[in-house]
């Protein structure tokens, strides 16, 4: 317990920089409740006003809360969501953002991630993000191979590197907690190749056998493997074409975070790649769907315009 509080209080006055007199919101729901309440009362401690809001658990990542608590979602300086499934990619976090709320996402976090990855160092952390998109700007190709079969090219054109560095301390600034990765919309429509999921996915945790999916133009034309591969085809199929495309390409820069089945944490493990599957509205993308699911490749080769990045897992830059 003395852990977790410890946790909570490292997120509201850490990472979110939390002052008095500002006022804190934290959404959270069934699963998550009790990490919802040590938040509130990290908040409490820290501000004059924080609030805890509990709705009904959603259906899919992505999908938007009430619109009632969208709406007062819009009148906090921070809003902390630990709730079972993301609101990162979700209209009301885009209009909580835009009224000046700074908003950390914590889909599906367990307590032991909470415990290990939130008292990692977050000012390194976002130094080695600096350092890295630093080293991607620019670029207009990337290519992803690993071991196990992945091999996609992706088109960057357009398109801005974004930092997830655990440090929301400007208004409009938002991210996940535990943070760390830098990562990009694709241009839609010309990813082509092949991607081998065998670290993890979102929404079935970690992967006894791999996912490989066959992309053409952008989306994901094929799904095989176990049955996990008939359960990631359940979950994207009441969303249509657009659940398909291929929506990010993150690095994994936490040196906290281990590969857990919890893709918050999984995605962010330094020496990863993800690859995401639907909505990327919220980084840049034309894509908006109540969908986004990422894939977790162990010993990725990343390579920018042919310079290569990371090579087996381990940075080159």
Request: hydrophobic share 40%; charged share 25%; glycine share 10%.
């Amino acid at each position: 317990m003395e852990e977790l509080k410890k946790s909570a209080e490292i997120a509201v006055n850490n990472c979110m920089a939390v002052k008095k007199g500002e006022t804190v919101l934290v959404i959270t729901d069934q699963p998550l409740r009790k990490i919802g309440q040590f938040l509130w009362e990290a908040a409490n401690d820290a501000t004059t006003e924080a609030m805890l809001l509990e709705i009904i658990p959603r259906t899919s990542n992505g999908e938007e809360p009430p619109p009632q608590v969208a709406e007062f979602m819009k009148g906090f300086d921070v809003v902390l969501i630990p709730t079972s499934k993301s609101m990162t990619h979700t209209k009301a976090r885009r209009d909580a953002c835009e009224s000046g709320a700074r908003v950390a996402t914590l889909p599906g976090i367990r307590e032991d991630t909470m415990q290990r990855t939130l008292s990692a160092d977050y000012h390194n952390i976002a130094k080695r993000c600096s350092k890295i998109a630093q080293a991607l700007e620019g670029g207009k190709t990337a290519k992803v191979t690993t071991p196990f079969g992945t091999d996609i090219t992706l088109s960057l054109e357009g398109r801005e590197w974004r930092l997830d560095t655990g440090l929301y301390h400007n208004p409009g600034d938002y991210g996940n907690l535990p943070a760390g990765e830098v990562f990009i919309a694709p241009l839609e429509g010309k990813a082509n190749g092949i991607i081998v999921v065998d670290g993890a996915m979102a929404g079935l945790g970690m992967l006894k056998k791999p996912l490989k999916m066959q992309v053409k133009d952008g989306y994901v034309t094929d799904i095989s493997g176990d049955k996990k591969a008939e359960e990631l085809e359940k979950m994207i199929a009441p969303f249509g074409k657009d659940a398909k495309n291929i929506a990010e390409l993150g690095i994994g820069t936490n040196d906290k975070a281990e590969i857990c089945g919890s893709v918050l944490e999984d995605e962010k493990v330094m020496g990863t790649v993800h690859l995401a599957i639907g909505d990327n509205k919220s980084m840049g993308g034309e894509v908006s769907v109540q969908s986004h699911l990422d894939g977790i490749l162990s010993k990725p080769t990343l390579k920018i315009d042919g310079k290569v990045i990371m090579k087996d897992g381990e940075f080159m830059i």
